[in-house]
């Protein structure tokens, strides 16, 4: 039997190999990481390794229930506050449509649910980091994998939502924006900002980030991992859906968008840098869109 090169932990056989003294002066067995961010070297000593580290992190799919609670608590209080304005002016509730800036401050009270939960998960139970955590990082080679892959999404997405949109005989196509046009400079401004450049990163931390990494933390294969959080990235973007045809072809359209996202982290290794980029061109593109009609 090999002699461990630590004393003997109390309570153990004298030479026990596969016990180590943590920071915290205890002794723990091997099969135990002493902390998130260590790994298990050749020669039986635990180093610093932050590669899979967030695998051993507490958070978890837990976390993401919380997130997305927290996203339907953020819509259902916008639209209690388009309610109460138009109660306030004397406007008739059936024409109520979310302008660019209630979409806008929609955009930032998410930022809230999407970016607060996962900065809460890695303080309180991961390496306290979003990097090491959920991968929001990249390299220069994600800029070009991730115009790719956005450019892919909306060929993809358009075609599919065509196609689906000639199926149910749909006069115009559908749209997850439910705002028909941009007018003045400053709506341009405010809606490109929430659109284009905030909501890329907050989907992309919490989707790409929290949700995929938690299910692959639950053992399950990669392609298992990548079909549900395409799945879970749907459901939230149905919700301009005013028929059936419409969330069909939404469904369809936004399901090819959020696997080119999925597929642009998986070819960098879990990085969220690529996945940021087509997010912005997809969602870039829609806000162009707009301004010139």
């Known amino acids: 039997m090999r002699t461990s090169p630590w004393p003997a932990p109390t309570g153990s056989p004298v030479g026990t190999w596969g016990w180590y003294r943590a920071s915290d002066g205890r002794w723990y067995r091997t099969d135990t990481s002493p902390a998130p961010g260590w790994a298990l070297g050749p020669d039986g000593r635990w180093e610093k390794s932050l590669g899979e580290a967030w695998r051993t992190s507490r958070w978890g799919l837990g976390d993401a229930w919380w997130g997305l609670l927290a996203y339907v608590a953020a819509s259902l209080l916008l639209g209690l506050a388009l309610i109460a304005s138009v109660a306030v002016t004397g406007g008739d509730i059936d024409d109520l449509e979310p302008g660019p800036y209630a979409l806008s401050v929609l955009v930032i009270g998410n930022v809230a649910a999407f970016l607060g939960i996962p900065w809460l998960a890695t303080r309180r139970k991961g390496l306290r980091s979003l990097r090491d955590d959920f991968g929001l990082w990249w390299r220069p080679v994600d800029l070009a ?149």
Not at 272 to 283: D, M, S, T, Y
């Open 145 to 293: 994998i991730g115009l790719g892959f956005g450019i892919v999404g909306l060929v993809g997405a358009a075609i599919a939502g065509g196609l689906v949109d000639a199926a149910f005989g749909a006069d115009e196509a559908t749209s997850n924006i439910p705002v028909d046009s941009l007018g003045e400079p400053a709506e341009i401004i405010a809606f490109a900002i929430a659109v284009a450049l905030v909501t890329p990163l907050i989907e992309e931390l919490f989707f790409r980030g929290l949700i995929y990494r938690s299910l692959l933390k639950r053992g399950g294969s990669t392609v298992a991992a990548i079909g549900w959080t395409t799945f879970v990235f749907v459901v939230p973007h149905l919700t301009a859906a005013d028929s059936l045809a419409s969330a069909v072809s939404l469904t369809a359209s936004i399901a090819v968008l959020g696997l080119s996202f999925q597929l642009a982290c998986h070819v960098t290794q879990r990085r969220l840098g690529a996945p940021i980029v087509a997010h912005v061109v997809v969602n870039g593109a829609a806000v162009l869109a707009l301004a010139l009609g």
